[in-house]
């Protein structure tokens, strides 16, 4: 079959189920993060529901409770883009607006919380390491985010990309978290944490370099300040 023949068969099949394999593609990305956001803080949540861990101050269950909604209302938005459903997902987007300033405010409520815990006992100089990391995920988070506002209706390439790179921005604690995953030794190291984050885009830039032969700007921008 031809090119011209197979991009002709693969339309009819997009028109005849309603879902393009672009929009299925992000909408696993979306998902994606979800699962490792999961895979990341479900074990210490449940330790912690469970009574094996002691219970943290009110401000960590605040800030869980942010991180899941965003997480969530990323994959939503994926997922009525999928199925097609552009009037909902605009509606539902109007959350971002409200959620988005909350996640940034317990982005750094956390982490000065935190810091002041550990000041002055002897793990305080590690914990300072591990939250100055912090700094990355309070300055690119709103970058991005507000990225993605400005390019929703002139350029939806870049707002969905955006979109998954602000999300990304708030998984190295999960990552962190996870120390089955192979050479992961945070705190004492966060090298691995940061390549794995990496990782996580390792299929979207294939996607783009197959069907766009070469890799979309918003994820060269998104590195470069990474």
């Known amino acids: 079959m031809t090119e011209t023949g197979a991009s002709m068969s693969i339309s009819a099949r997009n028109d005849a189920t309603g879902i393009s394999f672009?929009?299925?593609f992000h909408a696993g990305m979306a998902w994606l993060l979800v699962l490792v956001?999961?895979?990341?803080?479900?074990p210490r949540s449940l330790a912690i529901v469970s009574g094996t861990m002691p219970n943290p101050p009110l401000v960590v269950h605040l800030h869980a409770a942010v991180m899941a909604t965003w997480t969530a209302l990323l994959a939503v938005q994926a997922t009525l883009s999928l199925v097609g459903r552009m009037d909902l997902h605009r509606k539902w987007g109007l959350a971002s607006l409200v959620l988005a300033p909350l996640v940034l405010i317990m982005l750094v409520a956390i982490t000065i919380i935190r810091q002041n815990d550990a000041a002055g006992t002897p793990a305080g100089p590690l914990v300072n390491n591990i939250l100055f990391v912090q700094i990355r995920s309070i300055l690119l988070f709103p970058t991005f985010f507000v990225w993605a506002l400005q390019t929703r209706r002139t350029?939806?390439?870049?707002?969905k990309r955006m979109m998954l790179l602000a999300t990304l921005m708030l998984l190295d604690a999960a990552i962190a978290r996870m120390n089955w995953l192979p050479y992961n030794q945070f705190p004492n190291d966060y090298l691995a944490v940061h390549l794995y984050l990496l990782l996580l885009l390792a299929p979207a830039l294939l996607y783009d370099l197959i069907k766009l032969r070469r890799i979309h700007r918003a994820w060269v921008w998104g590195l470069v300040l990474m």
């Open 22 to 24: 672009e929009h299925s």
């Open 155 to 159: 350029d939806p390439q870049m707002h």
């Open 37 to 42: 956001a999961i895979a990341g803080f479900a």
